[in-house]
């Protein structure tokens, strides 16, 4: 599922390497912790390890100036001993230069955004809404909202302000009892009670308030008494609401659904407030749609309810709307089909005074991940994946698209600066997240890029990565299959190394230029192992034709690509075919339960993350209806299920377990909704009811991610043991 994956015993020597001072005692008065802050760890070898990981501060927001002359931005930084991260904000020049932290306590501050024209920076801590100088100085906190607020934006002329608050909803979870205070029991009667790792008992809504010289006054819910989300959970956040550029309108995205009709679908839409009269309208439908009768045991695709004149209402994703900058259009990335969560993300143009809708990036055939207007309203810049990297692009109003970056990286979010200039946030399978200032060019692939930040130069310089090297070969059907080969950190050439499968998650996530904190191919470079890591059918970045071929096809054409890889690595003469392993986490999870009764032999060791093992029990087990219904076609108890689903349901992995033959170690958190602990239970059972060598990583306290750092670092020795007791 597009939610992908997921990661801890210190020894004392650690901490002093990790930055972390002693707490002073003066007068027996016990001290708050030190301040988490960046770690000028010192490392004692040149291999990466799980604490050097841990030591790196990661980039996360990041917004410039009016002006265009500074950035502000966030970054966050982890204490193995402590347990939790806090997060940071810095403020430097357009080119990098001047750079000077902002954050002085233990809190959290988090989403820097510049208001009253570049003078003041406003940014959230301990749950309300501050702001202070651009120098840090003179801090004012503007907001006491019960239960905090969760994001905020100010509207272009700084008058008012949205800010996105978490109120009651018990559409499916019943409120408890008045006199039983103490009970824990939930009375649930429908559809959506628990979404990725919470009982959902709060949904978050969107708020305007005034903004006076002493904080924001008269909160108003602009989706009052209306029982539905915004943003869109689990994950949307503050990019999913903006304001027009004349401070009136207020477009949102919103799943005006509950019950068993949310969990079915993904008919998200694009809503107009208009702060003036409070009026809303929906931009994706007309006034007199009629939502179609469904089935909700069935993929939408098999209903009917998809051809193209209902593709005119925006039946699939519709999300972060962002209006021009004059004020004449609206733009926001749109999916054409309803249920199906891995549809093409495409570029939708609005036009606010002819109400049409065009979209401009139907020249290429990949998904817009992120996008930026340019400050003359007739640009866009985007990002996109296309063959195993991350790029900006460019699109006119008429479609016409050129794309303005390479290399061998990825590039993940974007603003725009001026009309020439971007910040971007950009990183690779060998450096995690800097910002760049990216001139863009008049020809394709002609901008050029300058690091403005180094965030972890001082671990990186002490660090030997392994090289990364891009291997085209023939699938068993001839098409061309591009697979990447990390080779270990100190490669010998004349030896022979054992050597890791990947396999990817979501199912349809790029296996691009991606940095990742716990499936972090460095680390497993540096511990002496090959990685393989194929692009194998049902991604994206070839074409709509070759990401779409793995829905209802789960054990079919991208398990054959997957051995197919393995087996072409194989002839690479530093591959150990005698000691392969295969690892992946979600979809690659279940990739490894359903190779582990079907790779002939060719593996020793097999390592499956919050994998999905029971196909039947996953159908009903998971939070998100929609996805069974598209990927395995039909509800297996359907007596009209279609010849796809009979055989999704009959190739399930656990039905296999009397093939399998190989050690595996399974993980999994008990807090992953998403694909439910039971999966993983049932692996393990398995194996060890038939006498193979396995483990049970199990996180009580975890999600379809590893968050804790010590969780982390137990994650990573654990993996680690795993294979070198198989492999070495």
Request: charged letters at 20%.
């Amino acid at each position: 599922m597009n939610s992908l994956f997921g990661k801890a015993a210190i020894n004392v020597a650690v901490l002093g390497l990790l930055n972390i001072s002693p707490m002073a005692a003066q007068n027996n008065e016990q001290k708050e912790p030190s301040i988490i802050g960046r770690n000028e760890i010192k490392l004692e070898t040149d291999r990466m390890t799980p604490e050097a990981l841990w030591a790196m501060g990661r980039i996360g927001n990041y917004a410039v100036s009016p002006n265009g002359k500074q950035i502000v931005y966030q970054v966050g930084y982890y204490s193995v001993e402590q347990n939790k991260g806090h997060q940071i904000l810095y403020v430097m020049n357009i080119d990098g230069t001047s750079k000077k932290q902002l954050t002085t306590s233990n809190k959290s501050e988090v989403e820097p955004a510049w208001i009253n024209n570049g003078q003041r920076i406003a940014f959230i801590s301990d749950g309300q809404l501050w702001s202070m100088n651009a120098d840090g100085t003179d801090r004012k906190q503007l907001s006491n909202e019960d239960g905090g607020i969760e994001g905020f934006k100010f509207s272009p002329n700084g008058q008012k302000v949205l800010i996105i608050k978490q109120i009651a909803y018990h559409e499916s979870i019943q409120p408890r009892p008045n006199d039983l205070p103490l009970s824990t029991g939930l009375v649930i009667t429908d559809l959506n009670y628990r979404h990725w790792d919470e009982y959902v008992e709060t949904i978050p809504h969107p708020f305007v308030a005034n903004v006076t010289n002493n904080g924001i006054a008269n909160v108003t819910d602009i989706m009052d008494n209306e029982p539905f989300e915004c943003p869109v959970k689990p994950f949307g956040g503050i990019e999913q609401i903006d304001w027009s550029s004349d401070s009136r309108y207020i477009a949102y995205t919103s799943r005006k659904k509950t019950g068993v009709a949310y969990a079915i679908s993904t008919d998200t839409d694009i809503y107009l407030y208009d702060t003036e009269n409070g009026t809303t309208q929906n931009l994706c439908k007309p006034t007199n749609y009629v939502e179609p009768a469904i089935d909700a045991t069935k993929t939408m695709a098999n209903q009917a309810v998809n051809n193209a004149e209902n593709l005119k209402n925006n039946p699939g994703y519709d999300t972060n709307p962002q209006f021009s900058p004059d004020g004449k259009y609206l733009a926001w990335q749109s999916m054409a089909r309803n249920g199906y969560e891995s549809d093409r993300n495409r570029l939708c143009i609005y036009n606010l005074l002819t109400k049409e809708k065009t979209y401009v990036t139907e020249n290429l055939d990949s998904n817009v991940d992120a996008f930026s207007w340019s400050p003359n309203s007739q640009e866009l810049f985007f990002v996109a994946v296309w063959h195993g990297t991350s790029q900006i692009y460019r699109t006119n109003l008429k479609g016409e698209v050129l794309k303005q970056t390479k290399g061998q990286h990825d590039y993940g979010s974007l603003q725009m600066v001026d009309a020439k200039t971007i910040i971007a946030e950009r990183h690779s399978m060998s450096a995690p997240s800097d910002l760049y200032l990216v001139t863009t060019g008049k020809k394709a692939e002609t901008a050029k890029a300058e690091q403005i930040t180094s965030e972890n130069d001082h671990i990186l310089c002490q660090l030997s990565f392994g090289k990364v090297e891009e291997r085209w070969c023939k699938s068993f059907d001839g098409k061309d299959m591009l697979y990447w080969v990390i080779l270990p950190s100190n490669f010998d050439e004349n030896k022979k190394y054992p050597t890791l499968l990947f396999c990817e998650g979501g199912p349809q996530s790029p296996v691009s230029q991606f940095w990742s904190y716990r499936w972090n191919f460095q680390i497993m470079a540096a511990n002496d192992y090959v990685i393989i890591a194929p692009n194998r059918r049902g991604l994206p970045g070839f074409g709509s034709e070759w990401n779409e071929c793995i829905s209802g096809d789960w054990t079919g054409n991208c398990m054959r690509d997957y051995l197919t890889a393995i087996d072409d690595a194989c002839k690479l003469p530093y591959v150990d075919k005698n000691r392969l392993g295969c690892v992946g986490a979600s979809f690659g999870g279940f990739s490894v339960y359903y190779l582990a009764g079907h790779h002939e032999k060719r593996f020793k060791a097999f390592i499956s993350h919050d994998g999905a093992f029971n196909l039947e029990s996953m159908y009903t087990d998971t939070e998100e209806a929609w996805f069974s219904n598209w990927e395995y076609d039909n509800a297996y108890w359907n007596a009209d299920a279609t010849n796809r689903a009979k055989t999704t349901y009959q190739n399930s992995p656990h039905r296999f377990v009397d093939k399998w033959d190989t050690p595996i170690l399974c993980i999994h958190g008990e807090k992953d909704y998403r694909i439910n602990a039971n999966q993983g239970f049932g692996a393990f059972n398995a194996a060890r009811l038939q006498g193979i060598p396995a483990e049970l990583l199990l996180y009580p306290d975890e999600n379809h991610w590893v968050l804790k750092p010590q969780n982390g670092i137990l994650w990573q020795r654990t993996f680690f043991g795993w294979l070198d007791k198989w492999l070495k």
